[in-house]
């Protein structure tokens, strides 16, 4: 078995191709961030990416990932200053931080294929995750701070059109 994460070939020769994803993370890589919530890919507290779309680690078996490219919360940023880290921070979205890196990958996803999501949009692409604290509004509140500092960044200064 040989998987991409975060940029990085592993070679897993050893593990039981029906292994769900989120052991190995968590188990054999020592990847942490992604978490065990209810071990059947409802509450998305195990949210990952597989080729940039969301995936629950809990119930995909790692025989299903050879060839694909696999992103944890780990791989956000390598510095933990991705723009929605930093959204996530400013708001003070997490209270436990149990669920947060679901959250925040779902979100991540939502922002690359919608740059500038409307509330529905928000909580369409999170309804499958799920926050014990409630931290929704937050939440909310923190995705349309990153998608505007995003846009700020994209969008060329006054100063530099002149």
Same mark, same amino acid.
């Given at each position: 078995? /040989?998987?991409?994460?975060?940029? =990085?070939? $592993?070679?897993? *020769?050893?593990?039981?191709?029906?292994?769900?994803? %989120?052991?190995?993370? /968590?188990? !054999? @890589?020592?990847? =942490?961030? =992604?978490?065990?919530?209810?071990?059947?890919? %409802?509450?998305?507290?195990?949210?990952?990416?597989?080729?940039?779309? *969301?995936?629950?680690?809990?119930?995909? *078996?790692?025989? #299903? @990932?050879?060839? /694909?490219? !696999?992103?944890? !919360?780990?791989?956000?940023? +390598?510095?933990? $200053? $991705?723009? @929605?880290?930093?959204?996530?921070?400013?708001?003070?979205?997490?209270?436990?931080?149990?669920?947060?890196?679901? #959250?925040?990958?779902?979100?991540?996803a939502l922002l690359e294929r919608n740059p500038q999501p409307?509330? +529905?949009?928000?909580?369409?692409?999170?309804?499958?995750?799920?926050?014990?604290?409630?931290?929704?509004?937050?939440?909310?509140?923190?995705? $349309?701070?990153?998608?505007?500092?995003?846009?700020?960044?994209?969008?060329?200064?006054?100063?530099?059109?002149?």
């Open positions: 078995m /040989r998987l991409t994460i975060n940029g =990085t070939v $592993h070679d897993l *020769p050893d593990v039981d191709p029906q292994t769900p994803l %989120l052991w190995v993370l /968590r188990d !054999i @890589l020592q990847l =942490t961030g =992604t978490r065990y919530g209810c071990g059947k890919g %409802l509450c998305g507290s195990c949210t990952v990416h597989l080729d940039g779309q *969301p995936l629950r680690a809990c119930i995909t *078996p790692v025989a #299903q @990932l050879e060839g /694909r490219v !696999i992103t944890t !919360i780990e791989g956000l940023s +390598s510095d933990g $200053h $991705h723009v @929605l880290q930093d959204a996530w921070r400013a708001a003070q979205v997490p209270q436990c931080g149990f669920c947060q890196a679901g #959250q925040l990958m779902s979100a991540a409307n509330d +529905s949009d928000i909580d369409e692409a999170l309804s499958g995750n799920l926050c014990r604290c409630g931290t929704y509004q937050r939440i909310r509140a923190a995705i $349309h701070s990153a998608a505007q500092g995003a846009a700020n960044k994209a969008a060329p200064s006054e100063e530099a059109q002149r």
